[in-house]
């Protein structure tokens, strides 16, 4: 199926420092999302994005947290700066239409120390 | 707010067997769309199968298909003749009409299939 790329796959930063997470999605797809997955629990809904802005996001996307896809290149999710609680694996997805199905990627694990 | 529920923490079967794997939602929105995922050893989740809340027949793909009892706010996932590379976190999920693709997921069942 559709492949939906993330980079990196594996991060670990100390607390308090920046850390971007890239995601390269189908290619003629418009609409991204970021997902949250805590180790052995289900993901969660941090944020979608179309056309340049921020559709929706929910509690978890806290304001140390940004989107943004510069130029049509990575769509990329930025902490700044990060928490032990950031500790995840972070989904990146995309969509062809608001109401198409999902495409994830591998996710990129990420590890505050 | 949306719910998703799967009780089946994990389910073990012999290859070539069939399985089906529960799930109960819960909205208040009377068009919805329901789907379930797979979650890999590697961590890579696959898109597998999709029920739109309005549609009356049940979803079938490749050897996956799906029992969809609307009264009862139930989507179950069946998967026949099951072989080993079907060992996997299945996730159910769902997302109601409007938003965009806002999706609420369930908390996953381990399928463990054995030789």
């Known amino acids: 199926g559709p492949k939906v790329l993330q980079i990196p796959s594996h991060q670990i930063i100390d607390m308090g420092q920046m850390v971007t997470l890239n995601c390269d999605p189908v290619?003629?797809?418009?609409?991204f999302y970021w997902y949250k997955q805590i180790l052995g629990q289900q993901m969660e809904f941090l944020v979608n994005f179309y056309n340049g802005k921020v559709m929706e996001k929910s509690k978890l996307f806290k304001d140390q947290f940004s989107v943004e896809r510069p130029d049509g290149s990575y769509f990329t999710l930025k902490i700044q700066p990060t928490a032990l609680e950031d500790s995840a694996v972070y989904f990146c997805?995309?969509?062809?239409?608001?109401?198409?199905?999902?495409?994830f990627g591998e996710g990129s694990r990420l590890i505050v120390v | 707010a949306q719910k998703v529920t799967q009780t089946q923490t994990s389910i073990s079967v012999v290859e070539k067997t069939t399985v089906t794997m529960d799930c109960v939602y819960e909205?208040?929105?009377?068009?919805?769309?329901l789907f379930w995922y797979k979650q890999t050893a590697s961590g890579e989740i696959v898109f597998l199968i999709r029920q739109d809340s309005y549609k009356k027949e049940n979803a079938t793909v490749g050897h996956y298909s799906l029992n969809f009892q609307k009264p009862k706010s139930s989507i179950g996932l069946i998967i026949t003749a099951t072989q080993i590379e079907d060992s996997a976190v299945y996730f159910c999920?769902?997302?109601?009409?409007?938003?965009?693709?806002?999706?609420?997921f369930g908390k996953g069942t381990v399928l463990l299939v054995s030789p």
């Open positions: 290619s003629n797809h418009l609409y």
């Open positions: 909205t208040r929105d009377s068009s919805y769309f």
């Open positions: 999920a769902m997302r109601n009409d409007s938003g965009y693709n806002k999706l609420t």
């Open positions: 997805a995309s969509s062809s239409g608001s109401g198409n199905t999902l495409y």
